[in-house]
């Protein structure tokens, strides 16, 4: 390729001479630059590449957070500030949980749990579904499941009955009990919900109190939400959980009225 020189007059580098490359009839390929500026306009290309890219993977990692995170489609759009206050007991509850989920690293650095009990329709999986997505949005993983689901992944892998599909070759494989588990007992927040819908057996409350206790002794914060009393929730799933998920962390009552079908 065929080049000559040419001087170019920059207004911000003064007067210069380049190499511009000819065709084959002589012509220029193109127009004659700065080469101080072209350098520059360049760098500043290849930046704005790289933070899109970069705005993209982000996007992309929450999105598959939010997936794993799998809050029901009712509570899609449930947030702290749309959350329905109409005494000072809702209030505190609100604040409690919202602090909570904006001091979640300082919540992860010591394990804290809580507790969320009390009458049906008083917003509990609301607030627990606004923190999950809040601490989700923070970079976290966390994960919402019902008790009965729980229950019912780990029963189902002694049938070979549950399965996922292979990343790197993608086929189905069935998981083992100890899969299940550990995507329960690994992520940075479990929030287990509907806890006494379930028969309450020996057989349930070791698997409950297996995934509990290995969360305590990780220090792996835990949400546990019922509609029954302490008292009652222990009956189901053993004083042992209960006394790990308030160990550190707290109970929050929730014994106001419905507000489901208000008008």
Known sequence: MRYKKQKVTCATHGEMEVD???RPDGTPWCKAECP?????????????????????????????RLSTLAIPKRFNTARFDNYQVGSKQQSACLNICRDYASTFEKHREQGTSLLLLGSVG????????SIGRTVVESGFHARYVTLAEIIGDIR?????????????????????????????????????????VQSGTDNERNIIFGIID?????????????????????SLISERSVDRL????????FNWHSYRGAA
């Open 214 to 234: 290995a969360r305590y002794r990780e220090m792996l914060p835990t949400i546990a939400i019922s509609n029954l009393n302490e008292s009652e929730v222990a």
């Open 122 to 129: 008083t917003g509990k999986t609301h607030l627990a579904c």
């Open 20 to 22: 511009v490359h000819l």
């Open 156 to 196: 189902a892998t002694w049938s070979g009955t549950i399965t996922r599909r292979c990343s790197t070759w993608g086929i189905e494989e069935k998981l083992t009990e100890r899969d299940v588990l550990d995507a329960y007992e690994q992520c940075d927040l479990l929030i287990i919900d509907e806890i006494g």
């Open 36 to 64: 101080i500026c072209l350098e520059a306009r360049h760098k500043k290309q290849l930046e704005e590449e790289r933070r899109i890219e970069a705005q993209e993977r982000k996007e992309q990692a929450l999105k598959s």
């Open 246 to 253: 308030k160990q550190g962390g707290g109970t929050l009552a």
